[in-house]
């Protein structure tokens, strides 16, 4: 018989029906008549299926390695349960021990651990109710990511992971090589990436932005959807080495396309979550922050303000708080202010535009103040930034510009300044942190615990 998952069988399953389910053992409670309660969980939804085991079922006799933690197969018949907290529940008629779980060492408890325990045995945390549903939500989120942009028409394009180029232009890379670096470090010479793998120094990616400009500006809207690196040695609550980036890029967009597209595509996805996972999204605001799914319904209720970066400014200045990061014109804004603009001051998203030029990477279109560029930051309720973004340069002379400005040499740029040499259109683009998006509709703390596996400094298990 095929496996049905326990989600279908809660949701579905017509009392009668005979069904076989597959899982690991979250609970077993021995009964003195005779029979057993075995709770069985397979990741497919929040709750577990209660299944009672009679002495007679073929396969009681193992019943007492069904510990925590130990898979079953289970075939039985669905009946309408005895108790309020679920619909049905399932009789056993055959018991399968699939694997044991050692119970005097498994790590797994029945009690609260923390997140940092949990850390430590990324292996298991999936099988916690917190992380199954994390799982669930970042599955949800993915697949409402690429049906937003497959429904308007863009090209899902993969771009590399290891580049020769550093979009962000600070320097924070991994580099990648294949060379002896215990030979390399007793030689005390200069590197000769002549003789690494590509014959040039190479890196992992921070961004597929530049790549994705290209077949922007070739075969129309596209977005890229991969993994990224930063190799910046930042221990907060807010930072990844290594996460995943949604970038869409649009020839012949403006800023203001730009903007409007980000805040359907911001809608988009958290509607699909809300609608989708209803039962997860129900325990993250119940047993993480009670303001998760209020200040969700807040993004999806409001047009988010359009705001000017020193209209930001003026208002920071005049808010009365005391500020840990000052506030004045060309700074950069930090968590503490973006939050202020979005909880307290506004009360809703909020889009900031028109950044000062020297906070900005060479590749945002300069503004005719010479001052600004066309910049642009999404902001929302208890996260703060979470998408960033710009209209392009498309000026070949002003790029060239630009990137000297920056210290980097158009040379080495060869290929992007050729799209604005040969059939130059405007264009314009942005980045979403998927696993910031994460952070938000789960309310999670620590983005650590939004993605399966984190890369931070000192730390790269499993």
């Not at 690991?24 to 939804?45: A, H, I, N, P």
């Not at 289970?74 to 694997?99: C, H, M, P």
């Not at 005390?188 to 921070?206: C, I, M, P, R, Y």
Request: with cysteine.
């Amino acid at each position: 018989m095929s496996r049905t998952r326990i989600n279908h069988v809660l949701q579905t399953s017509e009392p009668g029906s005979i069904v076989n389910v597959r899982g690991w053992v979250r609970t077993r409670r021995d009964s003195k008549q005779g029979f057993s309660f075995v709770e069985l969980y397979d990741g497919s939804c929040f709750s577990g299926l209660q299944i009672v085991v009679d002495a007679n079922v073929p396969g009681y006799e193992h019943i007492k390695e069904v510990t925590t933690g130990a898979s079953l197969s289970v075939t039985g018949e669905v009946k309408a349960s005895q108790g309020a907290k679920q619909r049905v529940e399932l009789l056993a008629q055959k018991l399968e021990l699939l694997g044991k779980a050692d119970a005097e060492t498994y790590p797994l408890q029945k009690k609260q651990h923390s997140f940092e325990f949990l850390r430590e045995i990324a292996h298991l945390r999936p099988r916690t109710n917190t992380f199954g549903a994390i799982a669930r939500v970042r599955n949800a989120a993915s697949a409402a990511i690429h049906e937003f942009f497959q429904e308007r028409g863009f090209n899902y394009v993969q771009t590399p992971i290891i580049t020769t180029s550093d979009c962000e232009g600070a320097g924070q890379m991994f580099s990648v090589t294949t060379m002896d670096l215990h030979k390399l470090a007793k030689s005390g010479g200069e590197v000769d990436f002549n003789q690494d793998f590509f014959g040039k120094h190479a890196s992992l990616t921070v961004s597929g932005q530049l790549e994705a400009e290209i077949f922007a500006c070739s075969v129309g809207d596209c977005y890229t959807f991969g993994p990224t690196f930063r190799a910046e040695n930042s221990n907060t609550t807010r930072h990844l080495a290594e996460f995943w980036m949604v970038e869409p890029e649009m020839p012949f967009y403006d800023l203001d396309d730009n903007m409007a597209l980000a805040e359907a595509f911001i809608k988009h996805v958290v509607g699909r979550i809300m609608e989708r996972r209803a039962d997860d999204m129900q325990f993250f605001n119940e047993r993480i922050d009670t303001t998760v799914i209020a200040t969700l319904r807040n993004i999806l209720d409001h047009e988010f303000i359009r705001l000017s970066y020193t209209e930001a400014i003026e208002i920071l200045e005049k808010s009365g708080q005391k500020w840990e990061y000052p506030i004045a014109w060309g700074g950069d804004l930090q968590s503490e202010h973006e939050r202020f603009l979005t909880e307290q001051h506004f009360k809703q998203p909020v889009i900031l535009f028109n950044y000062p030029r020297t906070l900005k990477p060479f590749y945002m279109r300069c503004n005719e103040d010479g001052k600004t560029v066309r910049a642009m930051d999404v902001l929302v309720p208890r996260v703060g930034e979470i998408i960033g973004g710009s209209q392009r340069e498309e000026r070949l002379d002003v790029l060239e510009l630009r990137m000297k400005e920056c210290g980097l040499n158009p040379a080495d740029y060869w290929w992007y300044v050729d799209l604005r040499r040969y059939g130059t259109v405007p264009h314009a683009g942005f980045g979403l942190g998927f696993e910031r998006l994460i952070q938000l509709v789960t309310g999670m703390v620590n983005i650590r615990d939004c993605i399966p596996f984190h890369r931070v400094p000192k730390s790269a298990d499993f």
